[in-house]
Each structure stands twice: as C-alpha cells, then as structure tokens.
C-alpha cells in the first residue's frame, strides 16, 4: 500500500475499529464482526480506566493526521471517528453512567443478538452463548464493585430489576426453547451437543448470579426508599447535557439553539393541526384558542376509537407495511430493495423504554440475515384501563404512520440503502449518525402525508396522526433540554403532553419516565429531521432536475453520516 495520507487513515482507522470491537464484543457482533461473540465487555473499575487510555490515545494518533489532505469520503470518516471516540470518552471520564445506572450492566442484550439472528450455525451460536454466560458472575460482580458507596438512581434501579428479571427468563425458557428448535432442525448437527454440554455447564452458575443481582437490586431500592442511602437524580445537568448532546448530535447547532427552534416549530406544527382538524370536519378554523383545541382532541378521540388490542396489533403491522411497500413504488419515491424482513413481539428484555424499533442486520454482517421490526405489546400486569389508553394513542390509523416510520420508507429502507454504501473504509457503517437516522424516518413520514397516504382509505386520518407524532417530536425535544438542563417538572411535563401535545395520559407518562432514563436521545428526532429537510430543500434547489427518487436515493447513497457531512459527500 502506497505511504499517502489517505493510505495512512485508512491503516488508522481499521486498526481503531479492531480495538473498539475488542472492547465492546457485544457492539461488534451486532455491527456482523463475530470474533468476539463470546466475550463480554469489561465494565469493571479496572476496564473502564484502561479503556479510557486506550481511547486517548487513539484520539491522539488521529489529530496527527492533516485532514485537508485526506479524500472527502476520508475526511468525513476521520470527522466521525474522533467524534465517536470522544463520545466514549466523555461516557466514561465525565458522565461516568456505569456508576449510577446499573442497567447499563445487564448482559441480556449481548446474550439475546446470539439466539435472534440466524448469521451462523447454531451450534456456533450457541457455543458463543456459553462463552458470554461463563463470565455473567464476574461481570456482574465487577458491577457491584464498581457501583460500590455510590448513589444510584432510582428510576434505572427500577428498569435495571425489571429488564433483569427479563435476562433470567431469557437464559431460562427462551434458550431452552432456542436449544431444542435446534435440535429438531437438525439434531446430528456438528458442535450441537458440545455447545448443549459447554451450557449446561455454565448456565447454574450465570443464573444464580443473576438472581443474586437481582436480589442486591431490590436490596438497593428498598434502602433508598427507606432513607438509608441516598438516590442521585437522573438528571444530568446543563452543562453534561450540552457536551452529550454535542457528542450524540455531532451536529452544529448548540443545545440552547436546539430548544429555542423547538418551540417555534411547536407553535407552527399547532396551527397545522387545527388546520387538519377543520379539514377533516369540513368546517371553518375556529378564532377561539380553546375551540381549537377542542376541535383537534375531538377529532383525535374520534380515530382513537379504531384500536387495535394485543391479539391484533402484530398482523395488522404486517398489513399496513404491505400497504406502505405497494404505495412507494407506486408513487416512485425512492428505490425499494427486496431484502428479507420480520415483524415480531418486542422480546421482554428490550421492552420499558421504546415502542417499537428496528433491529437491521449489523451494517458488516456478511450473512444474509433478515431485518426485524419488533412491536412491544402491553404488559400482562398493566390494568384494562391503562391498556386501552395505550391502543387509543397506537390507533390503526397511528400504528400505519409508526410502520412508516420504523420501515417504510423510513428505518428498514434507509437502512438497505445505507448497507449498499461503498466507501474506503467501513467508519461510516459502524458509525452511523443516530439523528440522521431518526431524522430521515422522521421525515419519511411527512413524505408519505404529502402525498397522500391513505393508510385504510383516508388520508385526512393518516395526516392528522402524522401531525401528533410531530408534535410529540418536537415536544421530546423541548422535555430533553428542559427536563435535564431547566428542572422541568412531571407535572409541568404531563401538561404540555396532554395538553398541546394531544397525548393520552399513558403515552405522556411513559415519555416522562423516558426523558428521565435517557438524556439527548430524545432530541435527535427533531435535530435530525431539521437537518435533513432542510438538506432536501437545498438540494431540490440546487438539482431541479432530479426526481423524487432521485432526490431521495442521493441523499440515501452515503450511509448514515450526520447531515454535516453528507452535504460535502453528496457534492463530491
């Protein structure tokens, strides 16, 4: 290979990937590198400081490096690289998470992406199991230490136990059940019964030590509740927050400017929906401002009542995503790509903080493995009424406009797109631009509404969901800066969601907890969807030429790089 300073990133970067996937085994098999899918990262004391050295020096290697002289594609990956790596650091040297949110050691998702995606054998699965559930005792001991005299909050101490308890049942019924499909798939399978054997071996003990942790946590919760020790807020604070979501966004914009455009678009995005509402009544907007309201909440309460239950919400996804396939190509909105997927129940351990999400194939994953789009069904302890607030606000009409956004044209497809990307190295498809990724399905769902949509046959209902979903992404927005920067109370909090927001009482209280278990996750929707409309806007000025397709699948063709970059990559 030729000493250029492109040649010289591109041995940089590979080198930084490898480490970062020797760190973090778990990200590294969803990213579909699986050398290490028997491992589990070190989150002790000990591993926290020698990965916070590690990654300062890597940092130093990639300043060295003179940017203006690498490619664009270069340039932007080495942009992106340093970012993340800084990001890492700021987690571990200054917000320091692992030491108050104990969730953040639970094992279950790491063991979980073992029996969910079909990339190997099962028999080499399974085997890659038994490695990651021999080190569960120590890890989790190493968790207890390092949280050891600190303060915890209390609001992750409780989705800690419950998504816990959710890891148990998961090395418990859901592996047996994943042993024994196995074996009737093929039972003389080479390495089957070894790795039932190397389980069996190991399972005791990792379930023991799970159920001991969850012990120690109900311990933790119970002394705090009792005044014995004192809970941290979960609130990080202005000044970590603006660093967070600095790092998170890696966008330009500051986090006062963030919530600043937020409730100018707040107020907007009202008007719009008043004006949908009186469309869709077929009378004139009224000058009252509580007329108004009424007006919205009356027709909201109206589509509400087409609800689905949990025996339905699954094949009724299914359909509506059917629909949303057959509407994009008949519209030519984008390229549409035949890739495998599943719509699935969220399995129990992913479950207490989103309703839905998308779980594509790792970015890397040589395999031909399908995407899945899980949908959380309400929990079997949740009372009647609380179920049925939570199918009012995921109506039929709602839940095609929540498809669109998790699939189609929104998370699936972007994703497909983003996997056909070539570049020189693979920074961009490990490294993907949350917000650009929530921004484009984001406004995903705002391209299906303009052009019309029609969800069961009435595009005026698919509108005025798509509307409230705006409005709740822009109310998540305002929440993440005022909940963790200005001291935003629940009940300050549950009004605007209720109220300006048109959301049911269950809704609004699950983002509260939400806004309080995450910290600028919640805004990059907004932020994301800012930047890659504006992005569209320019770039349909600048090539009035291009179709609507053509548009968008040049937008899609360079991964998911946060849109500051994607703009010089789209010029080049």
């Known amino acids: 290979m030729a000493d250029t300073p492109d040649a010289r990133f591109e041995a940089l970067a590979a080198d930084i990937l490898d480490g970062l996937c020797r760190r973090h085994p778990d990200w590294a098999g969803t990213l579909g590198l699986h050398e290490y899918d028997a491992e589990l990262p070190d989150r002790s004391a000990g591993g926290l400081a020698a990965e916070s050295a590690w990654l300062a020096g890597r940092a130093a290697d990639l300043a060295d490096l003179d940017g203006a002289e690498l490619s664009v594609p270069n340039r932007a990956d080495a942009a992106i690289l340093a970012n993340h790596l800084a990001a890492l650091r700021f987690q571990i040297e200054d917000l320091r998470e692992d030491e108050w949110n104990p969730a953040e050691a639970n094992p279950g998702i790491a063991l979980y992406t073992l029996l969910a995606r079909d990339y190997a054998p099962a028999a080499q699965r399974l085997t890659a199991f038994a490695g990651r559930l021999e080190q569960v005792p120590s890890a989790l001991a190493g968790s207890r230490s390092l949280v050891a005299g600190k303060p915890l909050s209390r609001i992750h101490v409780e989705l800690a136990i419950g998504q816990f308890e959710g890891t148990v049942d998961l090395v418990g019924a859901e592996l047996d059940a994943a042993v024994e499909q196995a074996s009737k798939a093929d039972p003389a399978a080479v390495g089957l019964a070894e790795a039932r054997a190397a389980i069996d071996a190991v399972?005791?003990?990792?379930?023991?030590?799970?159920?001991?942790?969850?012990?120690?946590?109900?311990?933790?919760?119970?002394?705090?509740?009792?005044?014995?020790?004192?809970?941290?807020?979960?609130?990080?604070?202005?000044?970590?927050?603006?660093?967070?979501?600095?790092?998170?966004?890696?966008?330009?914009?500051?986090?006062?400017?963030?919530?600043?455009?937020?409730?100018?678009?707040?107020?907007?995005?009202?008007?719009?929906?008043?004006?949908?509402?009186?469309?869709?009544?077929?009378?004139?907007?009224?000058?009252?401002?509580?007329?108004?309201?009424?007006?919205?909440?009356?027709?909201?309460?109206?589509?509400?009542?087409?609800?689905?239950?949990?025996?339905?919400?699954?094949?009724?996804?299914?359909?509506?995503?059917?629909?949303?396939?057959?509407?994009?190509?008949?519209?030519?909105?984008?390229?549409?790509?035949?890739?495998?997927?599943?719509?699935?129940?969220?399995?129990?351990?992913?479950?207490?903080?989103?309703?839905?999400?998308?779980?594509?194939?790792?970015?890397?994953?040589?395999?031909?493995?399908?995407?899945?789009?899980?949908?959380?069904?309400?929990?079997?302890?949740?009372?009647?009424?609380?179920?049925?607030s939570f199918f009012r606000e995921y109506n039929l009409h709602m839940l095609h406009n929540l498809m669109v956004h998790e699939a189609m044209p929104g998370h699936l497809l972007q994703l497909q797109h983003s996997r056909r990307q070539q570049a020189p190295t693979p920074v961009r498809a490990a490294l993907w631009s949350g917000s650009f990724v929530e921004g484009w399905a984001v406004y995903a769902e705002e391209l299906m509404a303009r052009h019309g949509y029609p969800g069961d046959g009435d595009a005026r209902a698919v509108r005025m969901q798509q509307l409230k979903m705006q409005l709740r992404m822009i109310i998540n927005t305002v929440l993440d800066g005022r909940v963790h920067c200005h001291g935003m109370t629940e009940d300050e909090a549950m009004a605007l969601m209720t109220g300006r927001g048109y959301q049911e009482d269950g809704e609004a209280a699950g983002k509260w907890r939400r806004a309080l278990l995450s910290s600028s996750q919640l805004s990059t929707y907004y932020v994301g969807y800012v930047e890659v409309s504006d992005l569209i806007r320019d770039l349909r000025a600048d090539h009035p030429e291009w179709s609507e397709r053509e548009l968008h699948d040049a937008v899609l063709a360079h991964g998911s790089p946060a849109v500051r970059y994607l703009r010089d990559l789209i010029a080049a």
């Not at 109206?302 to 995503?321: F, K, V």
């Not at 396939?325 to 129940?345: M, S």
Request: aromatic letters at 6%.
């Open 203 to 388: 399972r005791p003990a990792a379930l023991e030590a799970l159920r001991e942790h969850i012990v120690w946590l109900k311990e933790r919760l119970a002394a705090g509740d009792a005044g014995m020790e004192e809970f941290r807020d979960p609130r990080i604070g202005a000044e970590l927050f603006a660093r967070k979501l600095s790092l998170s966004l890696d966008a330009e914009s500051d986090a006062a400017a963030i919530l600043a455009r937020a409730q100018a678009d707040l107020d907007r995005v009202s008007a719009e929906i008043v004006e949908a509402a009186a469309d869709y009544e077929g009378v004139a907007v009224p000058s009252d401002e509580a007329d108004r309201s009424a007006l919205v909440r009356r027709v909201l309460n109206r589509l509400a009542e087409a609800a689905p239950d949990n025996e339905t919400i699954l094949e009724y996804s299914r359909q509506a995503l059917l629909k949303q396939f057959a509407f994009v190509r008949e519209h030519d909105l984008v390229t549409v790509y035949p890739d495998p997927y599943e719509v699935a129940a969220m399995p129990e351990v992913h479950r207490g903080v989103a309703v839905a999400y998308c779980d594509p194939p790792g970015p890397l994953e040589p395999a031909e493995v399908q995407t899945i789009l899980a949908i959380s069904p309400t929990p079997e302890d949740w009372t009647p009424e609380r179920v049925d």
